[in-house]
């Protein structure tokens, strides 16, 4: 049981330190392209190399789940994509926050599309988040700090698109295992960043040494390690306990940020940060180990 707890403490320390490597690299002269790229290429090629070495074959994917893992990856591409934007425009801290906030989507989204009832405890939890995000983003201007438009809109469209990535994992749990979905998530990102971005001269004139660091950074202690460590502790713990104890992530980042990058929060935006953290904790209380209407809406429908 401890080393269940253990090892997803370690995956939120490994998850709340990205938007700090990220800002550093920003910092550092690095471009978001080169980031998303050095991030998917190493640990989709990491990922790949264990498989083969542990399993002695190929991944196994369905041709039914192929384009359900596409879908999957393409969300996480965009959650990344706007994560990634985000931060070049506010500060990592924020950033963070507002991604927590996905939790409270996947309510509304299944209330709109699934007609799922908001329950009083959901309700107020809902409240009690948007107010904390009004207070993150310092709507009223308390701190006279001037918030970034652009960063707050790609804050909220990354908690969007990991939302819909989430719920979709539900129902792809069922049919892929973890570390299959994992690696071909991250080979699919790969695929899309070369896309958007043709890897044409795409390591040149940046430092070598800022690059290696934030890319090893983001792949490996930021993607594999936490991976790794979330699927592990999920079996050991169970999908309730593990998700509860993974809302300590924000805080992470907080005090990251704080050490690292000497970000700093007003008194109000921690109160916000600390209403949104509190909002989730609710709601995860609240739902357990319940499935997602759109895994049960997908599984009559197979």
């Not at 989507?105 to 329950?119: G, T």
């Not at 044409?200 to 934030?214: D, E, K, M, R, Y």
């Not at 594999?224 to 169970?238: D, H, N, R």
Request: glycine share 8%; proline share 3%.
């Amino acid at each position: 049981m401890l080393n269940g707890y253990l090892l997803i403490i370690l995956a939120a320390i490994g998850y709340g330190a990205l938007p700090i490597f990220v800002k550093w690299g920003y910092n550092l002269g690095l471009t978001m392209d080169l980031m998303l790229f050095s991030r998917f290429l190493i640990a989709s090629s990491l990922m790949v190399f264990i498989h083969l070495v542990s399993r002695k074959k190929g991944l196994k994917i369905s041709k039914s789940c192929l384009l359900l893992l596409t879908l999957q990856g393409l969300l996480f591409f965009g959650c990344s994509y706007s994560y990634f934007l985000s931060i070049k425009y506010m500060s990592a801290t924020i950033t963070n926050i507002l991604l927590y906030t996905y939790p409270l989507m996947v309510v509304l989204m299944s209330a709109m599309f699934f007609k799922e009832k908001i329950s009083l405890v959901k309700g107020v939890t809902l409240l009690i988040a948007f107010f904390g995000c009004l207070l993150v983003v310092d709507v009223v201007n308390i701190s006279g700090q001037k918030i970034s438009m652009p960063g707050f809109f790609y804050g909220v469209l990354s908690a969007l698109f990991y939302a819909l990535y989430n719920i979709l994992g539900q129902h792809l749990s069922e049919k892929a295992d973890p570390f299959t979905v994992s690696a071909s998530t991250s080979i699919i990102c790969l695929l899309a960043t070369m896309a958007v971005y043709p890897p044409t001269n795409v390591f040149s004139g940046h430092s070598q040494s800022a690059l290696w660091i934030v890319g090893l950074g983001t792949a490996i202690i930021c993607t594999v390690i936490p991976l790794f460590s979330y699927q592990k502790g999920l079996a050991l713990l169970g999908a309730s306990q593990a998700s509860i104890l993974s809302t300590m992530e924000p805080a992470i980042t907080i005090v990251l940020a704080g050490f690292i990058l000497g970000e700093t929060l007003t008194s109000s935006q921690l109160l916000g940060g600390l209403l949104v953290i509190c909002g989730v904790l609710l709601l995860k209380l609240d739902k357990l180990e319940r499935p997602y209407p759109f895994k049960r809406h997908l599984s009559h429908k197979a």
